[in-house]
C-alpha cells in the first residue's frame, strides 16, 4: 500500500492542525494504522494508533487530550486532528500501516507501510 500524507505546516503555539494520510495501491484493510513523528538526530517516536475497526485508540502521554486520531475505512483515508500544539511538537510526522500479525503500537518495526511524511513546524 502505498501512504501519502498530507496537512502539515507552519502555526504558532496553541494552534492547531489536521493531518490526513490516504492509502492507495490497496486498502488498509484490517491492519492497525499509526502516526509517528521524528525529529532531527531523534529516533522516530510514537504518537497515536488506531485498530481496524477505530474502536481502540491509543496516544502517547504528551499528546493526549490534545490529538485525535481517527480513520475512515470507506475512504481509506486516516487523520490526526492536533490542537493545542507546542514547540515541542514540532517534527516531521508520517503515517504507517502495522503488519497484520502484529499487536504492538508503538514500535516502528511493528509497521511495514510508510507514508512520506510531513513537516509540523509550531512557532512559540
Known amino acids: 500500500v502505498q501512504l501519502q500524507a498530507c496537512g502539515g505546516g507552519l502555526v504558532q503555539a496553541g494552534g492547531s492542525l489536521r493531518l490526513s494520510c490516504a492509502a492507495s495501491?490497496?486498502?488498509?484493510?484490517?491492519?492497525?494504522t499509526g502516526w509517528f513523528r521524528q525529529t532531527p538526530g531523534k529516533e522516530r517516536e510514537f504518537v497515536a494508533g488506531?485498530?481496524?475497526?477505530?474502536?481502540?485508540?491509543y496516544y502517547q502521554d504528551s499528546v493526549k487530550g490534545r490529538f485525535t486520531i481517527s480513520r475512515n475505512n470507506v475512504k481509506n483515508t486516516m487523520y490526526l486532528q492536533m490542537n493545542s500544539l507546542k514547540p515541542e511538537d514540532t517534527a516531521v510526522y508520517y503515517c504507517?500501516?502495522?503488519?497484520?500479525?502484529?499487536?504492538?503500537?508503538?514500535?516502528?518495526?511493528?509497521?511495514?507501510?510508510w507514508g512520506q511524511g510531513t513537516q509540523v513546524t509550531v512557532s512559540s
Open positions: 495501491g490497496r486498502t488498509f484493510g484490517r491492519a492497525a
Open positions: 488506531i485498530s481496524w475497526s477505530g474502536g481502540s485508540t
Open positions: 504507517a500501516v502495522r503488519k497484520y500479525w502484529s499487536s504492538t503500537y508503538t514500535e516502528p518495526r511493528e509497521y511495514d507501510s
